[in-house]
């Protein structure tokens, strides 16, 4: 079974330019997760996707930060303008319908440097 | 709102040894899941082991176990016969189950070394 997979894996960019990461999750799964993760801390859920509604995105900076996940399959996460503050790993995960029942899995992330 | 802490910021251990990694959590809820997740350096989650709030039972996968205290909201894990691959963050993660929304909330980590 193929797992999560997120492109790029490291992105690199100056701050107020634009970025976007994309996400493509296990077969299945209709729960998405976008996750931020700054150095030495936890990840953060950032967005959180029900097949291609929004259930949550409660913590998404929405004057920058953008997402969405059409046809409830593929998703993208979108910075625009990157500050040097959002430098971190962004982390998508995905997990069955009852997303409450099972854990998410998750793909390896990409590693965002603002300068 | 629910809180996971973490109070081990590293922790080392000998190959071959027993080593206890600590998480509390504070939530109103009566019913919800743990898990533990394991970071290696190539940053991608892995699911170590989960417990249900509901089973009395301590989870256990090979040598990794836990010991969940519930009136304490305390969700340890204990790896046993530590290995050299063993090292990496490790995660204590909660999650809710009421409603869609359901959200993970993680701990801040604890890096686990394994030396010689």
């Known amino acids: 079974e193929a797992g999560v997979a997120q492109s790029p894996r490291y992105k690199i960019i100056e701050k107020r330019q634009s970025v976007a990461f994309w996400c493509n999750p296990i077969?299945?799964?209709?729960?998405l997760y976008w996750y931020q993760q700054i150095l030495g801390q936890g990840p953060k859920l950032l967005i959180q996707f029900q097949n291609n509604g929004v259930v949550d995105d409660s913590q998404l900076p929405k004057d920058r930060f953008s997402a969405e996940r059409l046809k409830g399959v593929d998703s993208t996460l979108k910075i625009q303008p990157a500050k040097l503050e959002d430098s971190a790993v962004y982390l998508c995960?995905?997990?069955?319908?009852?997303?409450?029942?099972?854990?998410?899995?998750f793909g390896q992330g990409t590693r965002l440097t603002v300068v | 709102a629910q809180t996971v802490t973490q109070s081990q910021p590293e922790m080392s251990v000998q190959e071959a040894e027993t080593v206890t990694l600590s998480c509390t959590y504070d939530t109103s809820e009566s019913d919800y899941y743990l898990f533990w997740y394991k970071q290696p350096p190539s940053r991608q989650m892995i699911l170590v082991i989960r417990?249900?709030?509901?089973?009395?039972q301590n989870a256990t996968e090979n040598r990794f176990s836990v010991n969940f205290q519930k009136a304490a909201k305390s969700f340890s894990l204990k790896i046993s016969d530590s290995q050299l691959g063993d090292a990496a963050m490790y995660f204590c993660a909660y999650r809710t189950v009421t409603g869609t929304a359901s959200k993970l909330t993680f701990g801040t980590g604890t890096r686990l070394q394994v030396t010689l």
């Open positions: 417990q249900e709030a509901y089973k009395q």
């Open positions: 995960a995905s997990s069955l319908v009852k997303a409450t029942r099972t854990e998410a899995f």
């Open positions: 077969s299945g799964h209709a729960t």
